[in-house]
Structure formats: structure tokens, C-alpha cells
T-cell receptor
Framework: DAKTTQPPSMDCAEGRAANLPCNHS???????VYWYRQIHSQGPQYIIH?????ETNEMASLIITEDRKSSTLILPHATLRDTAVYYC??????????WGAGTKLIIKP | EAGVAQSPRYKIIEKRQSVAFWCNPI?????LYWYQQILGQGPKLLIQ????????DSQLPKDRFSAERLKGVDSTLKIQPAKLEDSAVYLC????????????FGPGTRLTVT
């Protein structure tokens, strides 16, 4: 079973920041938090990952709480093309990715 | 750089028939994954190859599913005989090495079993 809990759906206005929460209260010390997204009728796409420090790349920022029990993915300026299902996954070492149902993010004009 | 290629994109078969899916990973990627994604759910790993050896096939229904990766490059996933509950999208992914943080996914094959 997936080790994360995400809201099933969220809305965000175009141009605003989209903040997607994820709970992973049973995360172990060596497990990373990964985020992928899946646009309709496409395969999933890697976004970002982190262990305990906040991370930023050209797509998004990942904020992990100090106790590592939750995290937030931030899309700073959401566009219509960011409408997708976003998956938060906890993974340790070389173990497989175990996917939950994700959050369906709808960006509204 | 070319992405992960899969074919066919869509397939409709009747139950008890057989079907095969093909995947060509990104050049140089040693690890190849097959996932099954049922509508409304996240992907579920069926099998993972490292070069041409199987690393994990614990969730592959071996009575009807089989997969191979000849010469450590292309891979084929077969279902024989198909059941109604096999209707899903079958995703192929590859990564540079086992445990790499980024897996690259193909577009998937949508299978409908009637």
C-alpha cells in the first residue's frame, strides 16, 4: 500500500501558486519524497524529489516539514497545462515506487 | 533524446484471447519497468528488469502474464489468456540504473478486454 495521503482533488486559478499537500507520517529516515504528475492520456512525468531539505527546480518547489511527516509541492505560477494528477510517493533506496491515487489538480482560467 | 516508445497505443481484444505489448526504452537505460494502471488508480509495478535479468516480478500474475527483455534493450509484455479485469493502461518506463530517482515513462498502451 502507498505510504502517503493526498486530497483527491484541488482547484487553482491560472497564474496563482498551486500548493499540493501530502502526508507521509510513517516515513523512515532513509526514505525520499518523490513527486510525479500525469497529464491526461500520457505517462507519468518526474517533477522533483527530496530527503529533508527544501528543493527547487525549473518545474516546482518541494517543502518538507522538519519532522518529515508531510510535504507540499508548489507550482509557483500555474498554467492550464499544469492540469494533471499529481502523485506523492515515499521511496527508500532502490525500492520500487508505490503509487497512490494522487491529487487531481484542475487549473481554472 | 528520444523518449520511451510503446506500441500499440490502443488494443481491443475479447476475453481469453492473447495480446502482446512492445517497449523500446531510452538508449543506455539499464532498468526497464512495466506497470499496470487501472482507471482512477496509480500505476502498479508488474515487473522490473535490470539489463536482461528480472529484479522484481512479485506482482506479475504469472499464470497469464509473461515478459522478456532480450539483449537488455527492447521488452515485450504478453497476456494469455486475457480476462476482463486486465482492461487497463500498460505503461513502460526506463531509468539509467536501478534506484535512479527519475523514471521515464512511455505513453502507454490502453487495453480493453470485452
Amino acid at each position: 500500500d502507498a505510504k502517503t495521503t493526498q486530497p483527491p482533488s484541488m482547484d487553482c486559478a491560472e497564474g496563482r501558486a498551486a500548493n499540493l499537500p501530502c502526508n507521509h507520517s510513517t516515513i523512515s529516515g532513509n526514505e525520499y519524497v518523490y513527486w510525479y504528475r500525469q497529464i491526461h492520456s500520457q505517462g507519468p512525468q518526474y517533477i522533483i524529489h527530496g530527503l529533508k531539505n527544501n528543493e527547487t527546480n525549473e518545474m516546482a518547489s518541494l517543502i518538507i516539514t522538519e519532522d518529515r511527516k508531510s510535504s507540499t509541492l508548489i507550482l509557483p505560477h500555474a498554467t492550464l497545462r499544469d492540469t494533471a494528477v499529481y502523485y506523492c510517493i515515499v521511496r527508500g533506496g532502490g525500492s520500487q515506487l508505490i503509487w497512490g491515487a494522487g491529487t487531481k489538480l484542475i487549473i481554472k482560467p | 533524446e528520444a523518449g520511451v516508445a510503446q506500441s500499440p497505443r490502443y488494443k481491443i481484444i475479447e476475453k481469453r484471447q492473447s495480446v502482446a505489448f512492445w517497449c523500446n526504452p531510452i538508449s543506455g537505460h539499464a532498468t526497464l519497468y512495466w506497470y499496470q494502471q487501472i482507471l482512477g488508480q496509480g500505476p502498479k509495478l508488474l515487473i522490473q528488469f535490470q539489463n536482461n535479468g528480472v529484479v522484481d516480478d512479485s506482482q506479475l500474475p504469472k499464470d497469464r502474464f509473461s515478459a522478456e527483455r532480450l539483449k537488455g534493450v527492447d521488452s515485450t509484455l504478453k497476456i494469455q489468456p486475457a480476462k476482463l479485469e486486465d482492461s487497463a493502461v500498460y505503461l513502460c518506463a526506463s531509468s539509467f540504473r536501478e534506484g535512479a530517482y527519475e523514471q521515464y515513462f512511455g505513453p502507454g498502451t490502453r487495453l480493453t478486454v470485452t
